[in-house]
């Protein structure tokens, strides 16, 4: 199974362009999500809050933000 796994990833040179486009357009989707900023804070919001107490001090910066 694991050996199977790294070919995969390898892949063909086509394979591999694929991958590289789907990079790129993840990528994109990260940039057009921080051009939501309070879209974006609100989710970074509900995922801190969902980790946890060890992510308290990520919650108050990311309030912080939200009022810039």
């Known amino acids: 199974m694991g050996s199977s796994g790294a070919v995969i990833i390898v ?3 086509k ?3 694929f991958f ?7 990528m ?10 309070l879209y974006r804070s609100q989710i ?10 060890s ?3 990520s919650i108050k910066h990311s309030k912080f933000l939200e009022v810039d």
């Open 28 to 37: 994109l989707m990260i940039m057009i999500m921080h051009a939501y900023g």
């Open 11 to 13: 892949g063909t040179r």
């Open 55 to 57: 992510s308290s001090s």
């Open 44 to 53: 970074f919001y509900l995922q801190t809050k969902i980790m946890g107490d």
């Open 20 to 26: 590289v486009s789907v990079l790129r357009n993840v």
């Open 15 to 17: 394979e591999r362009s």
